[in-house]
């Protein structure tokens, strides 16, 4: 077969992933007056966890009352592992972006007074009209074209990224003078709602140019679904009963998702009904969550009225916190010309060792877009009118070392590492010994993507996700390993209490060689 074409593209600015981090990321570097090219794995607009979601966001106008009462209130659950100056960024910055929103047209809903209700962001029409601002400013867009792998050039700055498109095959390049990662977090190809595009591709890619991350062993966020649904939409369960087989209730541990998984764990079916949502939220909540009502009326089920059984599905850092470590305000990692932001990015600064879903990750992702955006932007003015020689920096399963003549089939090298972190008994309760066991398994899993190619006939997309799935398991359970203790949602079986000497990051990184090791100034991202 032919070698697949090449597309060459010349930008100033790269942002690959087009979530809500990666289309403000877009628009504040073009509004920074930088050419900007955005390439996404899927269709910009459809694509990622917040497109088939509602997200609730932080609307704050600056009252400064207001803002402190909602960070009193989030403070408690992040253990000792958020920084309030980020959350005040966030919170401004949030505000003024979704303002930005309503003035460039955005059809906010208003409430039951007339005025316009901005707290909450409709993820399709939300992510229709970043496509829309984003067309406008002038980006060029490359829909269903995966970034594989960054380019670095002779001094270690990264100049840009290779990948290929999906439809045709066609490999494209775009040569840059600066790359921002905004490529969401990992689910492991779980099914969740929006997940299935999310397999730490950025992650992987972030690491092969010299970044590191923090908190991946915060890690392990599970969505409620009905069983063999992906609507993993948290809200109606709010006003559900859980109930074992024989009808008795299931003993409440910690939030809903605990209690479901304490059940599910001993190997027996866990079922929910709406029941404790009255006549006029039942109405309210068809109306507002209409694709959580799908599998309900496609089985025939009325949900507020009939039990269903109930199921985990595994979101792991997209719900979760851990990501590329950002070593700035400009949402700079360790890697010159490198930018990350939303769920690629680690959000302990918002979430600390907790899930920052419900309000604070989609205003983390607007901010952090946007601060990327404008500091990729200025570092690609300082690059402009350089010669840069760029070479690419891609390893397990893209480019093999050679060392094994078979190839390796991506789908199988998938589910075995599935096999590590989906169950319950493995990543929702961490154990030192099962962590243990894991990451021998991983480690093997790693060493046949990097020595072997895939098969032919093998997806290299697919091959290239399972490289990324694996390096993020291993970087979540080498961190998972060092945290000997539970806080927040890292929680280990084996030390069930939180340890006062633990309360400082962890940052982690490396491909043959994974570590983990505490951060140095406790709390700070820096
Ligand atoms: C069911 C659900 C409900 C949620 N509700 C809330 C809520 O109410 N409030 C809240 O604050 N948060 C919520 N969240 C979290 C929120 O959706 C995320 O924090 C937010 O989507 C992060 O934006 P992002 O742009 O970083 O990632 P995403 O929105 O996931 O976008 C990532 C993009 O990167 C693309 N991509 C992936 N790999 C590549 C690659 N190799 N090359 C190019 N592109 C790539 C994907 O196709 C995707 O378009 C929810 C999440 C889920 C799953």
Redesign the pocket.
Known sequence: MADPSTLTLDADVLV????????WAAIAAAEAGAKVVL????Y?GT????????????YLPPDPGRREAVIAQRWPGTLGLADRGWMERVMELSWRRIDQLADSGYPFPVDETGRPYRA?LR?PDY?RFMRQLVGKAGVRILDH????ELLLDGDGRVAGAA?RRRNSGEIWRVRSGAVVI????C?FLSR????N???G??LL?AAEAGADLSGMEFSSVY?LAPLGSA????LPFFWASFTHEDGTPAETQGDRAGTVAGVLVQGRPVYAVLDRADEALRGWLRKSQPNCFLPFDRAGIDPFTQRFPVSLRL?GT??GTGGIRLTGEDCATLVPGLYA?????T?EDIGGANT??????????IAT?ALAGQGAARFARGTAGRDRRRFAVGTAGLRPDGREAAGFAPDEVVRATQAEVLPLERNYYRSGAGLDASLGVLDGLWREVRDRAPRPGGDPIRA??AA?MIATARWMYASARLRAETRGINRRADRPDTDAALAHRIHSGGLDAVWARPATSPGASA
């Open positions: 690959l992933g087009g979530g809500p981090a990666g289309t390439a996404d794995k899927g910009v694509s990622g966890a917040t497109a088939p979601s509602n997200t609730g966001a932080w909450n993820g992510m074209a995966p970034g594989l990948g905004a490529t969401g977090g689910a969740a709602l929006g997940c595009v999310l397999t591709d950025g890619m969505g609507v993993t939409k948290g979101e997209v719900r932001a939303g769920d690629a990015a959000r920052g879903a419900g309000g604070p990750n989609a205003s983390w992702a877009g290239r996700e990324a």
